[in-house]
Each structure stands twice: as structure tokens, then as C-alpha cells.
């Protein structure tokens, strides 16, 4: 720009000052006869001794004029005074390759900046759109012409870097490779898992044909629905594999928690020879575009939660990025690497990365799912109000006077004790009125059962009729009376169950617990108390309490050790663990209530009991903790170690829950 501009002012300069410009190269040629279209046969840099006047370049003609003073001369026509310049550059081009002088290329070009400032002058617009539009096609022309010369000329000579022992590289070397050195080396909290590595150089082409099938499964049905929206043809994968370069773990992390779960952090490095080519098909054109040589450089953090006794154990994993991963690779557009682009390259790093962490990056999480917590853990999900109000028409069981009928009420797939109603003794039209709360853990599953009894003083009680419910056709939070008729067996096929054995009168109520009770990320779970909202929840809910475990327990005379909880005088117990001192239950265990437990207190203690049939020392404390409840009300859970009291170092582990329908 800076050479068009000085080219420029001169022309102007040597128009307004052409009587003092002396241009002139007779001393070399002889002066012919003009005619109507004189033509030029010599143009030349002439110098002029002057402070005054700037060096300047005209094109002589062979009567001597000056190429530029026939423009606008009413004989001589646009199209000739055009053809006179371009002669004239023509031949300064020739002689300056001819010479390979400088002062000639110098003239050629303002000769040619001449021709262009001329015929802007006298065509006006129209030279302007043409000289727009022949820049535009100049322009594209050098880029294809220019990116097939790059995809010709790029070397392919690539040669593999040698490998030499730590031993004879120098200090210089050694401090730039420190960060490549393992993260085992550096920081012992990482260990080594060479194993693993092994494991998945072995099994890597298995691996790589399994993992880009479904990959290639994945991604093909959101390749076709978002196809139409940009009107391309076709997307398709032509090739698609990993390599042969498995990535490597350079060590791996674990954290020990009180949760159930497992949380690890691997460094993982992966410098692969991926081959991913996609023929894009569009307006008859094809295109394909091949990722290469990829390397991707990451530390996630996976957690495995919540530990569950169903095959894998686990129901979810939750993966996160502790920093930034390193993400680069090589994109080939028609056999071209386009990051080698300047600045494409980095925008596309960054753009990567910018996405990747607005995604993936802590405390953001990506969750996936193996198995349905509700039902891999059971954990409860809502409570079923049973009021049973009567029965009619019962059948008779003894033969002697009438039956004693009693009630008893359960959920199927659910290990706690059934409930029972009171005995109405010789009444075959019998009234309770009695209320009982059940733990549902899955309504979609589960039946609530209802068995009438005869009560025997002596021997088996007799079943007088059966009756069930599923919980799906309930209406949560919703009065449900119902009038069940009492049947033989479950078997709809079974002829006894055309006879009448009565009707039992009931009325159920389904109320689904809040999951905002709960934590719902595994970042918010991992804190040992969470914090609810000011102010204490009113009405009922339940109570779970579970027993983890136990450590440094010991018995003076035997350690068989099993925890006892004691809540509004009702008791319950795990399992025994023999000969243990820091014993593992996992057990839970649930309390419904009709109002939150404010002021009451849970009462664990760890007993012992002989393995031996004897009659000294039975039995024995090992220690005891009473818990107040009020702070789980609050926090809604709290998951701690309790000092157990009367013992020297034991501690129990005890998690509280507090729900609310």
C-alpha cells in the first residue's frame, strides 16, 4: 500500500510539473514519422538533477511524446491510449527479466499503476466494479491455487524421534522433560498401575473396534435428525478407528470417604494415530474431513455411588475435570491439515477446551446411569397409611363356637415383620379401626397383602381369605377406600375362589417422600452435614437410620459383636459378627412417625454376646451413644462417627435420615 501510494503521488507530481521533467532517450534511438496509433519502443527511469523535482517515469513513443498526455486527447481513442500503456509494460516486463535490473521492474510498475489510476479516471464507476471484481476473482484463484502448492510441497518424510536412556541426556533435556515424568514419581499419593497398562495394550484392538461401533451407533442417529436443518445430503463415516495406540495411565488416586461410594482420580495421556475420515455430501459436491494424531491429556475425577449389593455394585458414575484438558489434533480438509491455518489452530484449542469445561469441568458433572438407585438401593421412596376399618361375613374356621379374627398386613418384597391388628374374639363381623404406616420402596412393584386369621390358643393359626393391592392403582397423597373381597389363593384359576368369604373394609393412603430431602449431587452428598433451610419442618415423615460400622470394639471375655437401637421404646438389631472387632452391618433401618422428632434421642449400643452355650458372661456391652435427633430434623442428614461411651477406642458409625412426605 505504501509503494501504491508513493506511485500515485509522483504521478501527480510529474503531471503538474511536466515542463521541468526532461524524459528522454534519443541519444539511444532516432525519432520516426507518428501516425495515428504511434507505438511505444522504449520506456525509461530518467533522473533529474533538481531538489525540486521527484525521480518520475514516463513511456516515450517514437515521435517523442509522452504515453500520458494522450489521455483525453479528442484524435486518439480510450481503447488505443489503453493498448499504448500496456505495450509499454509489456516491454519494461521483458527487459527487466531480460536484465534482472531493478530500476526496470520500478518501471514497469508505475506504468501499470498508470494504467489502472488512467482508466479509473475516465471510466468512473465502472472501472471500479470491474477492478472490485477482478480482485475478488485474483484473490480466490490465489488461495485454491495457493492451498494445492501447500498440500503438493508439505513434506511427508516424517522420522521417528530416537530414544535414549535418562542416563546420557544432559541437565538442559532433563528439566524439559520433568513435566512428563509420571505423576507416581512426583507425588506419592498417586500409585503405579502398570498392570492396567498392560491390561489395555493387550486387549486395545478389541477395545478399539468395540468403542468406535458404538461410537459410530451413538452418533449417527444425531448426525440424521440435525442433517436437515443445514440441507446436506449425506454424513458418513468412511473410516473410523482409534489406531494402534492405547492411552496410558500415569497414575491413579483414591480418596477414602464415610459415603458409599468411591471416588478415584486417574492422569490419563493419550497420544494416539486415530483415523476418523467423513464424507459430507452436499449440492453434488463431496467433501471429506480426516481427524489424526490425537492427543488428549486429562484428570477426571470418577465416583462410583451408590455402592449397592446388585451386580456391578454401583448404580451410577459420575465423572468430572479438575482442570482444563489438553486436547490437540490434526483436521485434513481435502488431504490439507487445516490447523496448521495461522491462528486457526489456537482458536480451535481453546474453543475445545472452553467447551468442554463449561460442560464437564468441577463442579459440573456428567452422570451416568448403570442402575435404578431406587431399586438397586431400596431406599424409601414413600410410606403407605393402612387404616383398616372392618370386616363382614366372614366364614367360620372352628367348629365350635365362632372364629377370633385378626388381621395381618405387609408389603411384598420387603423384609420387615408384617403388621397385625387386635383379636376380635367370636365375632365373624368384626371392627378395628386400627392405623398402621409402611415403608414403600418401589410403588410400581410392590402389593400390599392383606391376610384375615382365625386365632388358635393352640396349634397353626388358619387362614379365612386373602386380599391384595397393588400400589400402583393408588392415587398419591389421596383418601383410597376400598371394599376387597376376601379370595382362597392368588391363583385367579382356582375354583374355591368363586365361594364368598367375606369383605374386609380398608382405607389406604400413598404418600410419596420429598426428593429435595436428599442431596441430589455427589459434591453436596460428600459433606458430612447438609444444611437445610431455616426453620424446622412441621408434620410427620420417616426416620432411617443406618448402622454402618464399627471399629476398635473389644470384650473383656468374648468380641461377637451385634448394634441394638432403642428408639420410643421400640427396639431393633443387626446381625451378629463373630470374633470382630471392627465389624461391618450396612444395616437399615426405619422409623415412621407422626411428628419430627425434636426432642428425642436414639439410643445405639454394641453388645457381645458368647458364641458358647454358658452361663458366665452371656453377655456384654461394648459401649453405647445416644444421639439427639434434633440436628438431623434440621439437616435433613447427617452421616458422623460417634465416640462410643464405656469403651477405651471404639467408634460406630451411624447415618440419619430425616424424610418428610
Known amino acids: 500500500m505504501r509503494l501504491f501510494r508513493l506511485l500515485l503521488s509522483r504521478r501527480d507530481q510529474s503531471r503538474a510539473s511536466t515542463t521541468r ?30 531538489s525540486e523535482l521527484p525521480i518520475t517515469t514516463s513511456i516515450v513513443f517514437e515521435n517523442g511524446s509522452d504515453s500520458r498526455r494522450h489521455f483525453g486527447h479528442p484524435r486518439i481513442s480510450l481503447v488505443q491510449q489503453y493498448e499504448e500503456i500496456w505495450s509499454g509494460c509489456l ?33 468512473g464507476f465502472v472501472s471500479i ?92 442417529p444425531i448426525i440424521e435428525k440435525q442433517i436437515p436443518r443445514y440441507k446436506i445430503d449425506s454424513v458418513e463415516f468412511q473410516t473410523l478407528t482409534l489406531g494402534s495406540l492405547p492411552p496410558t495411565f500415569q497414575g491413579i488416586k483414591v480418596y477414602a470417604t464415610d459415603e458409599k461410594e468411591l471416588i ?14 467423513i464424507a459430507v455430501k ?33 448404580a451410577k458414575i459420575y465423572v468430572s475435570l479438575m482442570e482444563k484438558p489438553h486436547v490437540d489434533f490434526g483436521l485434513k480438509l481435502i488431504g490439507a491439515d487445516l490447523m496448521s491455518i495461522p491462528g486457526l489452530y489456537r482458536f480451535v484449542q481453546e474453543f475445545i477446551k472452553d467447551q468442554v469445561a463449561n460442560m464437564y469441568l468441577w463442579p459440573q458433572t456428567l452422570e451416568i446411569g448403570i442402575l435404578d438407585p431406587a431399586k438397586a438401593s431400596r431406599r424409601p421412596v414413600g410410606i403407605l397409611h393402612v387404616k383398616v376399618l372392618r370386616a363382614m361375613k366372614l366364614r367360620k374356621k372352628d ?74 392403582d393408588l392415587t398419591p397423597d389421596k383418601p383410597n377406600a376400598m371394599t376387597l373381597n376376601l379370595l382362597k389363593t392368588l391363583d385367579p384359576n382356582d375354583p374355591q375362589n368363586d365361594k364368598s368369604r367375606g369383605q374386609l373394609f380398608v382405607e389406604l393412603t400413598y404418600k410419596p417422600l420429598k426428593e429435595d430431602d436428599l442431596p441430589k449431587s455427589f459434591e453436596e452428598e460428600s459433606k458430612m452435614v447438609q444444611k ?42 443387626t446381625k451378629h459378627v463373630k470374633k470382630n472387632r471392627d465389624p461391618r452391618w450396612g444395616e437399615e433401618f426405619t422409623f415412621t412417625l407422626e411428628e419430627p422428632p425434636i426432642n428425642d434421642k436414639l439410643h445405639v449400643e454394641v453388645v457381645s454376646t458368647s458364641s458358647r452355650i454358658g452361663i458366665l458372661h452371656p453377655k ?40 418428610t412426605a
Not at 374374639?425 to 398402621?436: A, K, S, T, V
Not at 456391652?621 to 458422623?640: A, F, H, P, Q, T
Request: hydrophobic content about 40%; charged content about 25%; proline content about 7%.
Open 21 to 50: 521533467v526532461v524524459s528522454s532517450c534519443n541519444h539511444l534511438h532516432g525519432r520516426h514519422t507518428t501516425g495515428p496509433s504511434p507505438r511505444p519502443y522504449n520506456s525509461t527511469c530518467t533522473n533529474t538533477i533538481s
Open 91 to 123: 516491454v519494461e516486463l521483458r527487459r527487466c527479466v531480460r536484465t534482472q535490473k531493478a530500476f526496470w521492474f520500478v518501471g514497469f510498475l508505475e506504468n501499470l499503476l498508470f494504467l489502472a489510476s488512467g482508466g479509473l479516471e475516465q471510466m
Open 129 to 220: 466494479v470491474l477492478g472490485f471484481c477482478g480482485f475478488g476473482v485474483g484473490m480466490s484463484m490465489g488461495l485454491v491455487i495457493g492451498y494445492y502448492l501447500y498440500i503438493y510441497y508439505q513434506p511427508t518424510d516424517v522420522k521417528d524421534p530416537k530414544i535414549r536412556p535418562l542416563v546420557d541426556l544432559d541437565s538442559q533435556t532433563l528439566q524439559r522433560i520433568l513435566p512428563e515424568i509420571p505423576l507416581w514419581v512426583k507425588n506419592p499419593d498417586y500409585d503405579r498401575i502398570d498392570w492396567l497398562n498392560r491390561f489395555i495394550e493387550y486387549m486395545w484392538p478389541y477395545l478399539d473396534k468395540a468403542i468406535c461401533k458404538i461410537a459410530k451407533d451413538i452418533a449417527m
Open 264 to 277: 478415584m482420580q486417574p492422569s490419563i495421556k493419550w497420544a494416539g494415530n486415530p483415523n476418523v475420515t
Open 282 to 314: 452436499a449440492f453434488g459436491l463431496k467433501a471429506t474431513v480426516q481427524a489424526i494424531d490425537l492427543q488428549i491429556f486429562l484428570e477426571p475425577r470418577i465416583t462410583l455411588k451408590p455402592l449397592v449389593p446388585s451386580f456391578p455394585c454401583f
Open 399 to 472: 367348629l365350635l363356637g365362632a372364629s377370633d379374627p385378626y388381621v395381618k398386613l405387609k408389603l411384598t418384597e420387603d423384609r420387615a415383620p408384617s403388621k397385625k391388628t387386635a383379636v376380635k374374639h367370636r365375632d365373624l363381623n368384626p371392627e378395628w379401626n386400627q392405623e398402621f404406616n409402611l415403608v414403600v420402596r418401589d410403588p410400581e412393584t410392590q402389593v400390599l397383602e392383606l391376610n384375615v386369621f382365625d386365632w388358635e390358643q393352640v396349634g397353626k393359626d388358619d387362614r379365612m381369605g386373602i386380599a391384595v393391592v397393588p400400589l400402583k
Open 532 to 573: 437445610a433451610p431455616a426453620g424446622t419442618p412441621a408434620g410427620g415423615g420417616l426416620l432411617v437410620v443406618i448402622v454402618h460400622e464399627a471399629q476398635d470394639v473389644e470384650g473383656k471375655h468374648h468380641t461377637n459383636p451385634y448394634a441394638r437401637i432403642l428408639f420410643r421404646g421400640e427396639e431393633r438389631r
Open 620 to 659: 456384654e456391652s461394648l459401649g453405647y451413644v445416644d444421639i439427639n435427633l434434633s440436628d438431623v430434623v434440621s439437616n435433613k442428614r447427617i452421616n458422623e462417627k460417634h465416640h462410643l461411651i464405656d469403651s477405651r477406642n471404639g467408634r460406630i458409625q451411624v447415618e440419619l435420615q430425616w424424610r
